[in-house]
């Protein structure tokens, strides 16, 4: 079955974000070797880090853009990988409904959580796949909402004020600054730490411009991080032309068949301090 393309170039997977658990999900990233939250998460364990050092926080909130079914929260508490749940998912009786699967992931999730000491907000679009990471209890909280669109209300402000620390693995390019600094705001007084990683046809300048008039100091750090296959010849196509067009050397990385990140680090200056 042909993939369908988003507006941007990439492959749209919109369909299994609306599903009522995330069997297909897993088993579709899986296929396409989507590996880019599993080096990402030693990049967010260290923020997480540095972040409670710095600001003296001993239960620091991670808040992640685009988080579809909890899947940067579940590599972190569970301490696992795309693989290990794609096979966790495919070993679950075909017959089970979205209940029975939330009670067995609660059950895995109690029975080790590798950062206990952490609470976790998702943030999405999709609201299957909230809910799902929610009632299994690997988000803490979920807000529901498109920022590119509107404002927060008043109590997904409350949420998102909360965050001391914003990730994200993929949804830069279909978010933009509106989000960002929907989110950066959200607090009156307080700006939290981001760590974005962001494919190579996205330009995060823009972005990086908008946090720094907040105060924000933006660097990206060194290295390319591989986030999947391409899901088809069309995509890639559309992809290496928007490289192109933009100036890249893409031998030996999109060219060779996979999507290329780069990792950016933003912080606020002295007046935006956590």
């Given at each position: 079955m042909p993939v369908p393309l988003h507006t941007t170039g990439k492959a749209s997977f919109d369909d299994i974000y609306d599903r009522p658990d995330p069997r297909e999900y897993y088993a579709r990233m899986s296929e396409l070797d989507y590996r880019i939250p599993e080096l990402a998460k030693p990049f967010f364990e260290q923020q997480?880090?540095?972040?409670?050092?710095s600001a003296r926080v001993a239960t620091p909130t991670v808040l992640d853009i685009g988080c579809s079914y909890g899947v940067n929260a579940a590599l972190l508490r569970l301490d696992t990988g795309i693989g290990e749940l794609a096979e966790h998912y495919a070993a679950a009786d075909g017959d089970a409904d979205r209940d029975q699967l939330v009670?067995?992931?609660r059950s895995m999730l109690a029975e080790g959580d590798h950062h206990s000491d952490v609470r976790f907000i998702g943030m999405d679009a999709a609201r299957p796949a909230l809910d799902y990471a929610h009632a299994t209890g690997l988000l803490h909280d979920i807000v529901h909402a498109d920022l590119e669109s509107a404002d927060p209300t008043d109590e997904q402000r409350e949420v998102l004020a909360g965050a001391d620390i914003?990730?994200?693995?993929?949804?830069?390019?279909?978010v933009t600054e509106k989000t960002l600094l929907r989110i950066a705001t959200a607090h009156p007084r307080r700006r939290p730490w981001m760590a974005h990683f962001v494919l190579r046809m996205f330009d995060f300048d823009p972005m990086a411009e908008e946090l720094a008039a907040l105060g924000y100091r933006t660097e990206r750090a060194p290295g390319l991080y591989a986030?999947?296959?391409?899901?088809?010849?069309?995509?890639q196509q559309r992809v290496l032309n928007t490289l192109s067009d933009k100036g890249f050397d893409t031998q030996g990385r999109e060219a060779d068949g996979r999507l290329y990140a780069h990792l950016y680090l933003s912080r606020p200056g002295p007046k935006g301090r956590a």
């Amino acid at each position: 079955m042909p993939v369908p393309l988003h507006t941007t170039g990439k492959a749209s997977f919109d369909d299994i974000y609306d599903r009522p658990d995330p069997r297909e999900y897993y088993a579709r990233m899986s296929e396409l070797d989507y590996r880019i939250p599993e080096l990402a998460k030693p990049f967010f364990e260290q923020q997480i880090r540095e972040y409670r050092a710095s600001a003296r926080v001993a239960t620091p909130t991670v808040l992640d853009i685009g988080c579809s079914y909890g899947v940067n929260a579940a590599l972190l508490r569970l301490d696992t990988g795309i693989g290990e749940l794609a096979e966790h998912y495919a070993a679950a009786d075909g017959d089970a409904d979205r209940d029975q699967l939330v009670a067995r992931d609660r059950s895995m999730l109690a029975e080790g959580d590798h950062h206990s000491d952490v609470r976790f907000i998702g943030m999405d679009a999709a609201r299957p796949a909230l809910d799902y990471a929610h009632a299994t209890g690997l988000l803490h909280d979920i807000v529901h909402a498109d920022l590119e669109s509107a404002d927060p209300t008043d109590e997904q402000r409350e949420v998102l004020a909360g965050a001391d620390i914003v990730l994200s693995t993929g949804c830069i390019g279909y978010v933009t600054e509106k989000t960002l600094l929907r989110i950066a705001t959200a607090h009156p007084r307080r700006r939290p730490w981001m760590a974005h990683f962001v494919l190579r046809m996205f330009d995060f300048d823009p972005m990086a411009e908008e946090l720094a008039a907040l105060g924000y100091r933006t660097e990206r750090a060194p290295g390319l991080y591989a986030q999947r296959r391409f899901a088809s010849a069309d995509e890639q196509q559309r992809v290496l032309n928007t490289l192109s067009d933009k100036g890249f050397d893409t031998q030996g990385r999109e060219a060779d068949g996979r999507l290329y990140a780069h990792l950016y680090l933003s912080r606020p200056g002295p007046k935006g301090r956590a």
